[in-house]
Nanobody
């Protein structure tokens, strides 16, 4: 069973940047397309960005296009989300998991991102 640990969140001013990391245990990480998700207070968890198992295909929610970049390093069992030009609406707890709902691992604790105006 893969365990996921998110890190890299914090408090940043609007327009700032953060780089999130998702560390996965286990040897099967590289077999899965992965994604970043976020959940703001009082809202449902939503998709932010996804990446194929090889890293060759990436896709983004409209809210993330042009500002966020997803990447992965299968040798390190780690996925990243570079977030630039952050906005207060980006404030949420960010999680990583597989792209496919039927193949989801247990959710980690997430990492809090807070963007002040």
């Amino acid at each position: 069973q893969v365990q996921l640990v998110e890190s890299g969140g914090g408090l940043v001013q609007a327009g700032g940047s953060l780089r999130l990391s998702c560390a996965a245990s286990g040897r099967t990480f590289s077999l899965y397309g992965m994604g970043w998700f976020r959940q703001a207070p009082g809202k449902e968890r939503e998709f932010v960005a996804g990446i194929s198992w090889s890293g060759g295909i990436k896709h983004y929610a409209d809210s993330a296009k042009g500002r966020f970049t997803i990447s992965r390093d299968n040798a390190r069992n780690t996925m990243y989300l570079q977030m630039n030009m952050l906005k207060p609406d980006d404030t949420a707890v960010y999680y990583c998991n597989t792209n496919e709902q039927a193949l989801r691992f247990p959710w980690g604790q997430g990492t809090q991102v807070t963007v002040s105006s």
